[in-house]
């Protein structure tokens, strides 16, 4: 069969079209995964295509018909996606985001990422923090933050509650809840009173 010869073929090379097929797609494989790694570096079309060694303009008509989107609308895409990421985080201003992933200019960046999302950076933005501050984590986190402000209180008991009494219980019950009918409350204190302590108070007696 013979040798075919394009832009993207190797010059004195004879090869088939399926063969020269996978060359090309391994090129443009090799652009995408550029872009994937370095979204945020300042590339554009002629850069992409001089380090594939092939004009710009081929490389978009190539790009388009291999992957459905130009060059630029794959790069803008995946700065896109980043900036999601960076904006739900919430600790990066919208302007620190479109530098962050890549974009020289606000503006564009803007307009790309409302055509993408459906909404305006800055909206997608509060949005996300809105969601964050009514999450389950958000609600644990502001309990235990409200937990906190009670210390030193057992649990089962209010602040300031004697440690000898809890509520629903007095002097005259056992422990677990059971009452010693017709006992004084003085003397339920003593009958309930640990073994050790009232041992402890018979020996200092003799």
Known sequence: MEATVGPWHDRGVTTTPDDQRLRDLARLRRVRDRIDREYAQPLDVTALASGVHVSAGHLSREFKAAYGESVYAYLMTRRIERAKALLRRGDLSVTDVCFAVGCSSLGTFSTRFTELVGVPPSVYRRRAAESDAGSPAAAESRAAAAAGTVRGAAPGTSPGASPETTPGTD?????????????????????????????????RRS
């Open 171 to 203: 002097a005259g019950a056992f422990p677990g809840g059971e009452r010693l009918d017709g006992m004084p409350a003085c003397v339920a204190r003593r009958v309930t009173r640990p073994v050790r302590n009232r041992e402890a108070q018979a020996g």
